[in-house]
């Protein structure tokens, strides 16, 4: 009996969609189980090394009285629990922005995001010291707003529409107005000193106060995020296609809007403005696993949690006694991928 060709053509389509499938749980199982062996790790390292035993024992039979134990259950975890959460939340706001701008070097940092809830907080600083965490992601999150508002508005002037290349331009240009008149802000009001190591980026002073806001926070938008994946992927054919699929369109880019702001607000609030893990992360899980954002977005958040968490350990490590920030490690791996892409569009273009 002979296989029709629609037959063959729909079986192949099968197994490389199940291929693919299964390597992006392979690349999710592997980068979880590194993960995990990565924070266990770091948790040891630090201007006091201690012995992974000490770190168990700290985790399940905590003793008050132990210099250990307080280092590692005060200090180490919360920054490390940060460290992932940040680090998944980059990730995946850079690889939802990519998705509904059809834009390749989209990422909240390039684009303004991290910027604008910079600045944000340079007035919270200078204005309102002393303002409770929960108030100083609200005001993450709208200057993320202002921010995006002003990067779109500017990008959209000429004809043509806001293009990849403008979004970029334009998001750099505003990036760097807010950061110097936040820089600004703070020498004139006498606080630069106060937010020097937030503005470079660090999750160095992360509380358990801290991390029961941004917890539910990040991993509530994350799930929210993993929801619109399916929309996102229709989405990053094209405008066009996904309406004639019947996709609400300007419904999806709210919502994946609101994710995004939500994510590079919180993220800036704990670890200052660190760009480009949301624009190298989606091309790696992109290049693992596809370009299934059901897909794509759990990757990300797994394997912009390691970057983050590896980067982290590596600021202990590089100089324990004047701990490095962790944006100028990321921007060692950054800008020439940056650099990489930008010359990879201009040859497209």
């Known amino acids: 009996m002979k296989v029709s060709t629609n037959d063959a053509v729909r079986s192949d389509l099968f197994v490389k969609k199940t291929d693919r499938s299964w390597r992006a749980l392979l690349v999710i199982v592997v980068g979880l189980c590194v993960l995990v062996i990565s924070m266990a790790f770091s948790l040891t390292q630090g201007v006091v090394q201690m012995p992974l035993s000490a770190a168990w024992d700290a985790l399940m039979h905590f003793t008050p009285g132990s210099m250990q134990h307080l280092i590692i259950q005060d200090l180490r975890l919360p920054r490390v629990l940060a460290s ?3 680090g998944a939340a980059l990730a995946v706001a850079g690889a939802v922005m990519q998705g509904i701008t059809q834009n390749p070097m989209a990422d909240s940092g ?3 995001l991290n910027a604008g809830a910079s600045f944000m907080l340079s ?5 309102v010291p002393g303002l409770s965490y929960s108030y100083i992601i609200l005001y993450s999150f709208l200057g993320a707003s202002i921010s995006a508002g002003m990067v779109y508005g500017i990008s959209s002037l000429q004809r043509g529409g806001a293009t990849p290349m ?4 334009a998001g750099i240009a505003v990036s760097a107005l807010l950061a110097a008149i936040g820089h600004g802000i ?3 009001f006498g606080v630069a000193q ?4 937030w503005t470079a980026g660090g999750v160095a002073g992360t509380t358990w106060q801290q991390l029961r806001i941004l917890f539910p926070c990040i991993v509530v938008t994350l799930f929210a995020a993993i929801l619109l994946s399916r929309s996102i992927s229709l989405l990053s054919l094209g405008e066009e296609i996904a309406q004639g699929l019947g996709l609400r369109v300007n419904s999806v880019k709210f919502a994946a809007a609101l994710v995004v702001l939500v994510l590079a607000g919180a993220s800036v609030s704990v670890v200052g403005p660190v760009g480009l893990v949301g624009l190298i992360i989606p091309h790696i899980a992109r290049y693992l696993v596809g370009v299934d954002y059901r897909w794509i ?4 958040a797994v394997l912009g949690s390691l970057l983050l968490v590896l980067a982290d350990l590596g600021a202990r490590m590089l100089n324990p006694l004047h701990e490095t920030p962790i944006g100028a490690i990321i921007a060692l791996i950054g800008v020439p991928f940056f650099l990489y892409l930008a010359r990879k569009q201009r040859r497209e273009a």
Do not use: E, H, T, W
Request: charged share 10%; net charge neutral.
């Open 297 to 300: 977005i759990p990757s990300s």
């Open 194 to 197: 106060d937010i020097a190591f």
């Open 123 to 127: 007035l919270c600083f200078a204005f």
């Open 110 to 112: 390039l684009m303004g």
């Open 166 to 169: 403008r979004l970029v331009l």
């Open 186 to 188: 703070a020498i004139y």
């Open 84 to 86: 992932a959460l940040v």
